[in-house]
């Protein structure tokens, strides 16, 4: 049996893995087995029910989104040993009417290879392969169309990162610290609010501290990964700090909150033909086949929250890629999405028709700010 830090690598390489690529709730129904094999902890549909899914331990249930969750899993790690997991070691095995895992050692059979001898043929076959897999390695990889201008232009691209502005003086404790007014959202805003009442200058001042969350880091980490994948880069500025000088000069992607961050909301409603935020709402109109209608994308809860994501084209030539919502997961959600190859084929095939542009608004639901479903509103490809 391995250890526990075995049992923790074994699974964090398999949810790493394109398999896994995007199924959330295999993910993280996979690591709660798992941290369950190593309490030695029995589970049990109902336990499972209450744990995993929240759902009260008096409700009267009969959902079968337990055995439904299991046996989708099951089927993953089927097809991950099939293909990327073949010369693992261990497994991690669910039998079948079992709620529990279990790690299993892989016996590998090696098989007897018979070689004719081709005295004549087997060198020159040798080199001519050699020389199809030099030319083949040599061959560069073809990036995916929705980002393909980012990485053929001639121009830099810049993550702008929706951080929270705040500034210096007494806080509520009566002690100097860090003060976040969610109606100053830059130094602009601040310098106006001294305008308008000049007692502050005295127990105020501006400051270079400032705070990002979770959705930041995460969108930075997948987006990284993906640029690095394609031999790109990209260079890492904050919202508050970010003027239209700054933006113009090259490609932006912008991850941040739909309020706050007005530049941002600025450019996309500039390059929306249909589309404009307002506070947090999202007005479509105009269109000569959808009808106009009005969605509200705030959320008060953090475990629902409403993503707008729009590709659209920047000032001087440049690319825009701009995600927003209200709360963690749906940024970070989309921003995994529009990174997988795979589903990033899958949204141009379906939704794109060959038109470059697009803006899309998703539904989010997750638990403890995990991502576990992204529900398709509406997508509206333009010119």
């Known amino acids: 049996m391995p250890a526990k830090d075995k049992k923790l690598e074994i699974t964090e390489q398999i949810v790493g893995s394109n398999t896994f690529k995007n199924a959330p709730t295999s993910i993280a129904i996979l690591r709660y087995l798992v941290q369950a094999n190593i309490e030695d902890r029995f589970l049990k549909e109902s336990v499972i029910d209450i744990e995993f899914f929240g759902t009260k331990a008096d409700a009267e249930n009969n ?7 299991i046996y989708n899993l099951r089927n993953k790690l089927k097809n991950y040993y099939e293909r990327e997991g073949a010369n693992d070691l261990l497994q991690i095995k669910i039998d079948k009417g079992q709620y529990s895992v279990r790690f299993e050692k892989q016996n590998f059979k090696r098989k007897r290879i018979s070689i004719p001898r081709y005295k004549q043929l087997i060198p020159y076959s040798l080199l001519l392969l050699s020389l199809i897999a030099l030319i083949f390695s040599h061959l560069p990889a073809s990036s995916p169309k929705l980002w393909k201008d980012f990485f053929n232009n001639k121009h830099s691209t810049n993550l702008f990162i929706g951080d929270a502005f705040g500034y210096g003086g007494k806080t509520i404790s009566g002690m100097a610290g860090w003060t976040r007014d969610f109606s100053i959202n830059s130094l602009d805003e601040y310098y106006a609010l001294l305008e308008e009442k000049p007692e502050l200058k005295s127990t105020t001042n501006p400051t270079n501290f400032f705070y990002s969350t979770r959705m930041a880091e995460n ?7 993906f640029f690095t994948k394609w031999n790109q880069n990209f260079e890492i500025k904050y919202g508050t700090r970010t003027s239209f000088s700054d933006i113009k000069e090259g490609n932006t992607i912008y991850v941040g909150r739909l309020k706050d961050q007005k530049n941002f909301v600025y450019l996309f409603n500039e390059g929306n033909p249909y589309f404009k935020i ?7 109109k105009g269109h000569p086949n959808i009808p106009d209608t009005t969605i509200f994308a705030g959320s008060i809860e953090t475990e629902l929250d409403y993503t707008v994501v729009s590709r659209i084209p920047g000032p001087n030539h440049t690319e825009q890629f701009l995600f927003f919502s209200d709360h963690d997961i749906g940024v970070m959600a989309t921003v995994e999405y529009f990174t997988n190859a795979d589903s990033i084929k899958f949204f141009s095939n379906k939704y794109l028709k060959q038109k470059p542009y697009f803006t899309a608004i998703y539904k989010t639901k997750g638990k403890g700010r995990i991502n576990l479903d992204l529900e ?3 997508v509206v490809p333009f010119e």
């Open 376 to 378: 398709t509103i509406l």
């Open 278 to 284: 307002k506070d947090k709402f999202v007005e479509f």
């Open 63 to 69: 959902n079968p989104r337990v055995r439904v969750t």
């Open 219 to 225: 969108a930075t980490h997948d987006l990284a990964r």
